[in-house]
């Protein structure tokens, strides 16, 4: 299926280059800003060489304490780095304080050059929507339809309300990039989280994330109702791409 790009906010299209860390973790190099979210593991290294080979600002975004996104070693990029920006349930230890910014669900902060607001999450944490050079940049992180075949009823329930209610306080109705959870593990109910966001908002290039399990493809009823979406799915941990948002 061919996918074609999208220009979703009517702005001079850039190009980006977007890194497959490990896991949810993603780097994302503009023109003159670099944004590391959710960085856990990143076994080909690109972080560090990055930073070694640029002087562009630096920032780094956390969703939230579990051990598959946050990993307090974050902290030895300290010196170049222009800001970290947590969720509150996680903590960072650094020389520098006025380096970090502790975030709860519902905080934005305005730190030249980025926009960065903190929205919910159906798990730990929240979600960042960040905005930088004209771009905006949604990461989930454990914001999703999470619906178990072991859980009970009203538990999956209770989760679909609560995500419903998550998306419903969302106020960009467009994005040039989202990362969007699609976990193996929850088998028939793998889309339900990534179909109802692109049916709520619009996503210039989808991205998705928190993998477990076998490399998502696409099915066929995905493919039928958005026929026309920009993605990139990354092939493993360390894969790169040079995208135009």
């Known amino acids: 299926m061919k996918y074609q790009f999208l220009d979703t906010r009517g702005e001079c299209m850039k190009p980006v280059n977007l890194y497959f860390l490990h896991h949810s973790g993603f780097m994302v190099e503009l023109e003159k800003v670099i944004l590391v979210f959710d960085y856990y593991l990143d076994p080909a290294g690109h972080v560090e060489k990055k930073l070694q080979e640029t002087d562009k600002a630096v920032y780094f975004f956390v969703s939230h304490v579990h051990g598959d996104h946050f990993n307090p070693s974050i902290r030895k990029f300290e010196s170049r780095v222009s800001g970290y920006f947590l969720h509150r349930d996680c903590w960072l230890v650094l020389q520098n304080d006025s380096l970090l910014h502790m975030m709860d669900v519902g905080d934005s902060v305005e730190e030249d050059p980025l926009s960065v607001h903190m929205y919910g999450s159906t798990d730990a944490g929240g979600s960042f929507m960040v905005e930088a050079e004209g771009l905006r940049v949604f990461h989930a992180g454990d914001l999703n339809w999470w619906h178990w075949a072991g859980e009970g009823d009203g538990d999956n329930r209770d989760a679909r309300s ?12 467009s994005v040039d990039l989202a990362f969007i959870p699609v976990d193996a593990r929850q088998q028939v109910a793998r889309e339900w989280g990534v179909k109802q966001y692109l049916s709520h908002f619009t996503a210039g290039l989808l991205v998705p994330m928190h993998f477990f399990g076998q490399r998502w493809a696409p099915s ?26």
Do not use: N
């Open 162 to 173: 609560a995500f419903f209610h998550e998306l419903s306080l969302i106020k960009e109705k």
């Open 220 to 245: 066929y009823e995905f493919q039928w109702l958005f026929p026309d979406q920009e993605m990139w799915i990354p092939a493993g941990d360390g894969d790169t791409v040079r995208k135009t948002l």
